[in-house]
């Protein structure tokens, strides 16, 4: 059976019948990103010199569960999960660091968010939460994330040429 998404990055190109669609979005959109960016970056000051906290292990473990690192979350029973990547080949631009494998094990808890029994990184214990906040964050941005954004464009192909209107944007 032929796949019905092409996996391919040379499918990132958009054809000529979406180009209204993408130019109706820059027109009503930069001025409006323009204004964002500039709100963006009063924020980000703000929130670094009068706000930022060291992360607790129930921000850790929010993050984790609510982005796409979820689909890689393994449910041990009773509350517990583990999140494990092994085989990476992620090395950083800034340091000489690589990212071969990490592991954290952790327990749900509703009321008070959970708590992080151990997380090992490249085989050491690692208990420091701002690292492995550091350590996860780099993962998701670097490899998780971006690879979803490949299926992307072979995707809304699919959903335009088969007219799968359900899918489509609300007017």
């Not at 032929?2 to 000529?16: D, G, R």
């Not at 670094?48 to 979820?70: G, H, K, M, S």
């Not at 517990?80 to 000489?96: Q, R, T, Y």
Request: glycine share 4%; hydrophobic share 40%; with cysteine.
């Amino acid at each position: 059976m032929q796949e019905l998404i092409e996996k391919s990055i040379v499918n990132c190109c958009y054809k000529e019948k979406y180009q209204k669609i993408f130019l109706e979005n820059k027109i009503v959109q930069s001025p409006w990103m323009a204004l964002k960016l500039m709100f963006g970056l009063l924020y980000s000051f703000f929130v670094y010199f009068f706000l930022l906290q060291e992360p607790q292990d129930a921000d850790i473990i929010t993050y984790v569960e609510n982005t796409t690192l979820a689909w890689l979350l393994v449910d041990l029973g009773q509350g517990k999960c583990c999140l494990e990547i092994d085989g990476c080949k992620i090395k950083s631009f800034s340091s000489s660091a690589a990212l071969k494998s990490f592991k954290m094990n952790f327990t749900r808890n509703p009321t008070e968010g959970g708590s992080i029994q151990t997380f090992y990184f490249n085989g050491v214990k690692i208990t420091d939460r701002t690292l492995t906040m550091e350590i996860i964050f780099f993962f998701h941005t670097s490899s998780a994330h971006t690879k979803s954004h490949l299926y992307s464009n072979g995707l809304t192909d699919y959903i335009i040429d088969n007219n799968v209107t359900k899918l489509f944007p609300r007017p």
